[in-house]
């Protein structure tokens, strides 16, 4: 289990390095290329955050091996579960925490509803 848990970290470590070195944020689920305002800043910020879950899930794994737990009987369904749990996770958190600052607000402006006491003189 450590194994996996190390091995989504190497691939959070790559994909953080990616998206801040090149910033393909048109790949973004959710995000259309028109509204985003600071493709930079995007780029930099799902690679900034991709980087910390990777710092997170290697200090997890860390732990584990460091405190002796063994998780080596674990089925192995259940380790494929954990692990499509980890990368799940890690990848909504990025997403809502922080790419509302890069894009444009496409919401409408709110409607005046008018009333029959404001048209009569």
């Known amino acids: 289990m450590i194994t996996v848990i190390l091995i989504i970290a190497a691939f959070y470590l790559i994909l953080g390095l990616v998206f801040c070195i090149f910033r ?4 973004l689920s959710g995000i259309s290329a028109e509204n985003i305002t600071d493709r930079d800043g ?24 460091l405190l002796g737990i063994d998780l080596s009987n674990a089925s192995p369904s259940m380790i494929v579960f954990a692990g499509v749990f980890l990368l799940g996770q890690g990848l909504i958190v990025s997403y ?19 009333t029959e006491d404001e048209s009569s003189p």
Request: charged share 15%.
């Open 96 to 114: 809502i925490m922080g790419t509302g600052k890069f894009t444009k607000t496409t919401a409408l402006p709110p409607r005046k509803i008018e």
């Open 24 to 27: 393909p944020v048109d790949g």
């Open 42 to 65: 995007l780029g930099t910020w799902v690679g900034n955050s991709l980087i910390i879950f990777s710092l997170i899930y290697t200090g997890v794994a860390a732990g584990l091996h």
